[in-house]
């Protein structure tokens, strides 16, 4: 008990003076078990990086996102046949998509906003960014739910 009150200090601590960071890689594993693998922020970028010019309803204006495709992350984890992909959150925020439409539309997991580097306070360092302004389809609430912020799990299947 005291010890686990200890750690609640800690954490606590670490939280005001802002030493609190967000793990700086992905886990990428097929959703049924077996092999994973993490990538870091700079195996990520090594990717290929992609620039998205888009809105969202969690930002003013049209901002410049730029990462790697999701569809290039998949298929750095042999993932091309996948038929679904769950990502996480770091807040265990989950949801489900259909592969395919990773393959239809230049889906980033976005490392940078404007040139700067996501930080925890600006949805990073990871945040899956749809390319809503292009396509009025995606302009449905059903596509925000989709813009998961701080990353930290894509898993497949």
């Known amino acids: 008990m005291k010890r686990t009150f200890i750690g609640v200090l800690v954490l ?6 802002g ?25 990520l970028r090594d990717l290929g990086e992609t620039e998205l010019r888009t809105g969202n309803e969690f930002v003013d204006g049209e901002r410049l996102f730029r990462g790697p495709l999701v569809r290039d992350v998949l298929r750095h984890a042999g993932a091309d ?5 769950r ?3 770091a807040n265990d925020y989950q949801v ?12 980033i997991l976005a490392l940078s906003m ?6 925890m306070r600006d949805k990073g360092p990871i945040w899956v960014i749809y390319p809503i302004s292009s396509h009025a389809e995606l302009q449905d609430p ?11 799990k894509l898993e497949y299947r």
């Open 114 to 119: 404007d040139g700067v580097p996501l930080s």
């Open 81 to 85: 046949n996948a038929t679904l992909v």
């Open 19 to 43: 030493s609190i960071t967000l793990s700086q890689e992905l886990e990428v594993a097929p959703v049924s078990g077996g092999t994973s693998m993490v990538l870091s922020l700079d195996d």
């Open 142 to 152: 059903v596509f925000n739910n989709r813009l998961i912020w701080q990353l930290v």
């Open 96 to 107: 489900e998509i259909a592969a395919e439409e990773f393959m239809k539309y230049e889906v």
């Open 87 to 89: 990502l996480t959150a």
């Open 12 to 17: 606590l601590f670490a939280a005001c003076t």
